[in-house]
């Protein structure tokens, strides 16, 4: 295990890279959820079953980004 040293910067570029990507995820999760104003069973609904993978996928990222080395 790495020691940080106290002029070291605990995340390097590549983390800040998936964080935005994970958040970048959720925004577009929420806004592909808040466009469809209804709900129909005969018709395929972006926002009951594409966006919440969408959501979870960016929370997922950025619990990745934060744990990665």
């Known amino acids: 295990m790495k ?3 106290n002029n070291e910067m ?3 570029a590549k ?3 998936l964080i935005a ?3 970048l995820f959720i925004l577009l ?3 592909l959820m808040s466009t469809e104003g209804f709900v129909d069973s ?3 609904s972006l926002s009951l079953y594409v ?3 969408l959501i979870i996928g960016g929370f997922a990222e950025i619990i990745y980004a934060i744990l990665v080395d």
Do not use: D, M, T, V
């Open 51 to 53: 966006c919440p993978f």
């Open 21 to 23: 990507l994970g958040a």
């Open 3 to 5: 020691e940080n040293s």
């Open 15 to 17: 983390n800040y890279k």
């Open 10 to 12: 605990p995340f390097k």
């Open 42 to 44: 005969k018709q395929f």
């Open 29 to 31: 999760g929420f806004i």
